[in-house]
Nanobody, 126 residues
Framework: QVQLVESGGGLVQAGGSLRLSCAAS????????MGWFRQAPGKEREFVAA????????VYADSVKGRFTISRDNAKNTLYLRMNSLKPGDTAVYCC???????????????????WGQGTQVTVSS
């Protein structure tokens, strides 16, 4: 089992940047594929990005490609999401999640993640 705690959310103006962190404890963090998802009020949970266990392979949603960067530090048991050029449409609760699936085609589906953090709010003002 792994426990996940996000931090780094907040209020930022459009065009600004934030870096989210996800601290993991419990079972070996480095064995999990990690993902970021977001959910805006009244909308379904949306895939944002995922990273392989080693950190060598990443996948992004089209809506954030070129603006967001997912990374991880396995020595620190921490996952990151660097968000640049933020837009009001990026406003949501952002959650990190851990998956045992090593197949990249499965990484965008929330059902393939067994462990979730509680989320951190990101609000982008226009």
């Amino acid at each position: 089992q792994v426990q996940l705690v996000e931090s780094g959310g907040g209020l930022v103006q459009a065009g600004g940047s934030l870096r989210l962190s996800c601290a993991a404890s419990g079972r070996a963090f480095s064995s999990y594929v990690m993902g970021w998802f977001r959910q805006a009020p009244g909308k379904e949970r949306e895939f944002v990005a995922a990273i392989s266990a080693s950190g060598g392979f990443t996948v992004y949603a089209d809506s954030v490609k070129g603006r967001f960067t997912i990374s991880r530090d396995n020595a620190k048991n921490t996952l990151y999401l660097r968000m640049n050029s933020l837009k009001p449409g990026d406003t949501a609760v952002y959650c990190c999640a851990a998956s045992d699936s090593q197949h990249a085609s499965y990484w965008s589906a929330p059902r393939n993640y067994g462990y979730w953090g509680q989320g951190t709010q990101v609000t982008v003002s226009s």
